[in-house]
């Protein structure tokens, strides 16, 4: 239950406002994450900061972390594969609310959008007392303690390479069972990530795919998704690897 909402007009007063224990940010609002045993929420809404814009610098493009995913569907400054995946990542009502900055902080696993994010090397700018970081996608997905006491105002990535993105669902718009996303860059090295197989999207390599142990569920056992991540991850290694984006 929200007990308390505020809507700062600058970052400086959201940060000042977010010190306090219980004080959730509030982006979009689709995404409110329950924490266990708390029995109020105070808010902090984030709608009314000037961090929303999508802009192209050179070979990057940064991403205002209050960017509804809609925007990016709809921008030429982003790179094509992103933009299907999120267009992909929630149908259009929630699509035009649903923000990139509470899209990284809800670190759903199975987000097709976060894992073409990381796939491209995607960096987060983060505000919190002490000034602004810019920090690796990947670094803040694995300890989200990063996020206490600050927000996410800007995400970047490169517009250049080559991507390719694959999955299987249960029909074709259903949450990814498994996905993944391949970025081959313009110096010539592949990452690749994917969804579905731990508690959030991951990075992986030939090496560390045999070291996966997917979580089972009344969509397929811990083994049938080990063996979709080896079919789906080689595809688009082949993909990008021949030139096509997909």
Same mark, same amino acid.
């Given at each position: 239950?929200?007990?308390?909402?505020?809507r700062?007009?600058?970052?400086?007063e959201?940060?000042?406002?977010l010190?306090?224990p219980?004080?959730?940010p509030?982006g979009g $609002?689709?995404?409110?994450?329950a924490?266990s045993? /708390?029995? &109020?929420?105070?808010?902090v809404?984030l709608? +009314?900061? %000037?961090i929303a814009?999508i802009?192209?610098d050179?070979a990057?493009?940064?991403?205002g972390?209050?960017?509804?995913l809609?925007?990016?569907?709809?921008s030429?400054?982003?790179p094509?594969?992103?933009?299907?995946?999120?267009?992909?990542?929630?149908?259009n009502?929630?699509?035009n609310?649903?923000?990139?900055?509470?899209?990284?902080g809800?670190?759903d696993?199975?987000?097709?959008?976060?894992?073409?994010?990381?796939?491209?090397?995607?960096?987060?700018?983060?505000?919190?007392k002490?000034g602004s970081?810019e920090?690796p996608?990947?670094?803040?997905?694995?300890d989200? $303690?990063?996020l206490?006491g600050a927000i996410i105002? /800007?995400? &970047?990535?490169?517009?250049?390479?080559?991507? +390719?993105? %694959?999955?299987?669902?249960?029909?074709p718009r259903?949450q990814?069972?498994?996905?993944?996303?391949?970025?081959?860059?313009?110096?010539?090295t592949?990452?690749i990530?994917?969804?579905?197989?731990a508690?959030?999207p991951v990075?992986?390599d030939t090496?560390t795919?045999?070291?996966l142990?997917?979580?089972?569920?009344?969509?397929?056992?811990?083994?049938?998704?080990?063996?979709l991540?080896?079919?789906?991850t080689?595809?688009v290694?082949?993909?990008?690897?021949?030139g096509v984006?997909?």
């Open positions: 239950m929200i007990t308390q909402y505020h700062p007009s600058t970052v400086d959201a940060i000042d406002l010190q306090e219980g004080t959730t509030l $609002g689709t995404v409110v994450a924490v045993g /708390r029995t &109020s929420t105070t808010v809404d709608q +009314a900061l %000037d814009g802009a192209q050179g990057t493009v940064h991403i972390a209050m960017a509804r809609q925007d990016l569907v709809d030429s400054a982003v094509a594969v992103i933009r299907e995946l999120a267009h992909r990542e929630a149908p009502t929630i699509r609310a649903a923000t990139i900055g509470g899209t990284i809800a670190v696993p199975e987000s097709e959008l976060l894992t073409g994010l990381l796939a491209f090397g995607a960096s987060v700018t983060v505000a919190d002490t970081v920090r996608l990947n670094d803040l997905l694995g989200p $303690g990063l206490d105002t /800007r995400v &970047s990535l490169p517009t250049g390479g080559v991507a +390719a993105a %694959d999955r299987t669902a249960r029909t259903d990814p069972i498994i996905a993944a996303v391949a970025h081959h860059d313009d110096n010539g592949t990452v990530a994917v969804s579905g197989v508690d959030r990075v992986v090496d795919l045999k070291d142990d997917p979580p089972a569920d009344f969509r397929g056992s811990s083994e049938y998704r080990r063996h991540t080896s079919v789906l080689r595809r290694a082949d993909a990008v690897e021949g984006s997909t």
